[in-house]
């Protein structure tokens, strides 16, 4: 789905439907185009945020008509990278840009000590070195995507966690 640039890293997308402007999109899309969520689907995002999902609108010409939950799933090895940090005494953090209410679930269930939720693609970075400006730690970088944590790690000096597990 286009994108414009200023839209660019916001969670939400735009089309044109049978002559409608339709948007797809997170909490984000609702904050942009200044819609108010009624009642029940508030509670089924709240519902939906308490068994970390996430939740995706569909807004047709500035009214919101339908959500959509959705959840990851998360992977057994995330489990065990963690344990295993744990076991080393390191404290591990997640940098996400889902809702807080899904980190928080996801952290729950992980065991993860540290949540920073609804961060955009563009303050990741600086999210980070406010970490290592801190002085107390000494980040690793995981991400979802190889990519994603080589090329954060790099501009951030950090190293990436597959790096440092394998020496």
């Excluded at 945020?49 to 992977?75: H, K, P, S």
């Excluded at 809702?99 to 993860?112: C, H, K, P, R, T």
Aim: hydrophobic letters at 40%; charged letters at 30%; glycine letters at 8%.
């Amino acid at each position: 789905m286009p994108r414009t640039p200023e839209d660019s890293g916001r969670s939400f997308e735009k089309r044109p439907v049978d002559g409608n402007e339709v948007y797809v999109g997170g909490p984000n899309l609702l904050t942009q185009l200044d819609s108010e969520i009624p009642d029940h689907l508030q509670r089924f995002a709240e519902e939906a945020g308490q068994n970390a999902q996430t939740v995706v609108y569909l807004v047709r010409d500035g009214e919101l008509i339908a959500a959509f939950a959705m959840a990851d799933v998360i992977r057994e090895e995330s489990f065990r990278v963690v344990d295993a940090l744990h076991d080393l005494g390191i404290e591990v953090a997640m940098l996400t840009g889902d809702s807080q209410d899904v980190a928080n679930a996801v952290a729950d269930e992980l065991g993860i000590d540290t949540v920073f939720a609804e961060v955009l693609p563009e303050d990741k970075d600086e999210k980070v070195q406010e970490l290592q400006d801190q002085e107390t730690y000494r980040v690793l970088v995981c991400a979802d995507r190889f990519n994603s944590s080589g090329s954060c790690a790099k501009r951030m000096g950090s190293r990436r966690l597959c790096d440092w597990l394998m020496g």
